[in-house]
C-alpha cells in the first residue's frame, strides 16, 4: 500500500482563492462564494478578495442560508472537460466537488486502457462528476443515488456535457438495498465508485450510519465485483476515520485479485501561495 495526496490545482473554470478562519473563497466559472470550511484553521491569506464574493453561506441552525445580492441561483462551468449546473443549496454544497478531479482522472485513464467494455457502477453518485467522467471515457455507468433531486441534476449535467446519449443507468434507491437487489440478479461492474456520507436517509426512508452499514456495503461491493475487475474507489469526507481504515478493506481485493492500493488525503491548493486545503480522504484499488 502506497499512501499519497491527491491535490487538485487551479483550473481555469474553478480555483480555492483563499482559505483561513474556518472559511474558503472559491471561484465557480465567473461567480465568487464564500463557504465555511472547518479544516481552514490558519489565517486569511488574502483579506481584500473576501468583499468580492457575490454569496456567503452563513450558519443558521442545522442548515444556513446564502447572502449576496449579486448570487445566482444558478449558472453554469467547465471544470475536468465536463460542465457542471452549480446551485447554491441549503446545506453550503454547489454541486461539485472539484477536490475529486484526480480520481476521475485516474478512473478514466483505466477506462480508457482497458481495451474492452468496462461496466461502472457509482454508489452514492450524487450530481453525478464520477458518473460523467466514466461515461466520458467509454464506460457503460449505473449511476445510483437515494436522492431524486440528486439523480435529476446529474442528469442535467449529463445533458451540459453532452453526454446524455451516453450509456448511463440513473437508478434513485438507497445503495445497500440496490446492491442486495444486483447480488439476486448476478449483475457485475468492473469497477466501483463509492462516496458514502456519514450519515444520510433512502427514497423509502431507510437509514445510513457509516459506522454500522460500511462493512456491510463493502462486502455487497466484493459480490458485484466481476471476474476482470479494473478497480474499486472508496472517498470520505464527514466520517471521521483515517484513510488506512478504508485501505484495509480493500486488501481483501488485493488478496483475491493482485493489483496494488493507493490511499490518503485529497486536498485542493490556494490559486496563489503554498498552501492546500484538506478535502477528504480516499483509498483505491486497481487489477
Known amino acids: ?3 499519497i495526496t491527491l491535490t487538485t490545482q487551479p483550473q481555469p473554470g474553478y480555483e480555492l482563492v483563499d482559505s483561513g478562519l474556518e472559511e474558503k473563497l472559491e471561484r465557480f466559472g465567473d461567480v465568487v462564494l464564500a463557504r465555511p470550511d472547518p479544516q481552514a484553521l490558519w489565517l486569511k491569506g488574502r483579506e481584500e478578495e473576501w468583499n468580492g464574493a457575490a454569496g456567503r453561506f452563513e450558519r443558521e441552525g442545522k442548515d ?7 448570487l445566482p441561483k444558478s449558472w453554469e462551468m467547465d471544470f475536468g472537460g465536463l460542465k457542471f449546473l452549480i446551485k447554491p443549496t441549503s ?3 454547489t454541486g461539485l466537488f472539484p ?5 476521475w482522472q485516474w478512473g478514466s485513464d483505466l477506462v480508457k486502457n482497458a481495451g474492452r467494455e468496462v461496466k461502472v457502477l457509482n454508489i452514492f453518485g450524487y450530481t453525478g ?5 466514466m461515461a466520458a471515457a467509454g464506460a457503460g455507468v449505473t449511476h445510483v443515488d437515494a436522492s ?7 442528469r442535467e449535467n449529463a445533458k451540459l456535457s453532452g453526454l446524455e446519449d451516453k450509456p448511463v443507468r440513473w437508478i434513485t434507491e438507497d445503495a445497500v438495498t440496490f446492491l442486495k437487489r444486483e447480488v439476486n440478479r448476478g449483475n457485475k461492474y468492473d469497477a466501483i465508485i463509492m ?3 456519514a450519515f444520510g436517509h433512502g427514497p423509502a426512508g431507510e437509514v445510513w450510519k457509516f459506522e454500522e452499514h460500511f462493512l456491510e456495503l463493502l462486502a455487497l461491493v466484493r459480490q458485484v465485483l466481476s471476474e476482470q475487475p479494473l478497480f474499486v474507489l472508496v472517498n470520505g469526507y464527514a466520517a471521521g476515520y483515517s484513510p488506512l481504515a478504508f485501505a484495509y478493506n480493500l486488501q481483501s481485493f488485493v488478496d483475491k485479485k493482485g493489483g496494488a492500493i493507493e490511499y490518503g488525503d485529497i486536498s485542493i491548493a490556494e490559486s496563489r501561495g503554498e498552501r492546500v ?3 477528504g480522504i480516499f483509498a483505491r484499488w486497481k487489477a
Open 1 to 3: 500500500m502506497e499512501r
Open 64 to 70: 444556513g442560508k446564502w447572502t449576496g445580492k449579486s
Open 91 to 93: 446545506f453550503k454544497h
Open 99 to 103: 477536490e475529486q478531479l484526480s480520481n
Open 129 to 133: 462528476g464520477a458518473t460523467l467522467a
Open 148 to 154: 431524486k433531486t440528486a439523480v435529476t441534476w446529474a
Open 195 to 197: 462516496d458514502p456520507p
Open 277 to 279: 486545503l484538506p478535502a
